[in-house]
């Protein structure tokens, strides 16, 4: 659970059945993608995480990865052989 939390995963409900543990909840796929690998590590193999889909949601805190733009693109052939060419600048 804390591995969850410091993912900034949101729980709903979680049950306890004989030696199963089910937390439901929503966590963002950029901080959960690897955590199937984690935890099989975890329980030699037995855990399983399982996802779906639940929708879009913005990110209200912006941890999001984003960047300005820094450079020319380099599918615009006219302005990528300008820059090339020192003929613009940044």
Not at 27 to 40: C, E, G, H, P, Q
């Given at each position: 659970m804390s591995d969850l939390e410091k993912m900034r995963a949101v729980f709903y409900e979680s049950d306890i059945i004989e030696y199963e543990v089910i937390v439901k909840g929503l966590?963002?796929?950029?901080?959960?993608?690897?955590?199937?690998?984690?935890?099989?590590?975890?329980?030699?193999?037995?855990?399983?995480?399982?996802?779906?889909?639940?929708?879009?949601?913005?990110?209200?805190?912006?941890?999001?990865?984003?960047?300005?733009?820094?450079?020319?693109?380099?599918?615009?052939?006219?302005?990528y052989l300008m820059h090339k060419l020192n003929v613009i600048r940044d």
């Open positions: 966590i963002t796929v950029d901080t959960s993608k690897n955590y199937n690998l984690i935890l099989a590590s975890y329980t030699e193999g037995k855990g399983v995480f399982y996802t779906k889909l639940f929708g879009y949601k913005k990110d209200l805190l912006n941890l999001g990865n984003s960047r300005k733009k820094t450079k020319v693109d380099p599918l615009n052939k006219k302005l």
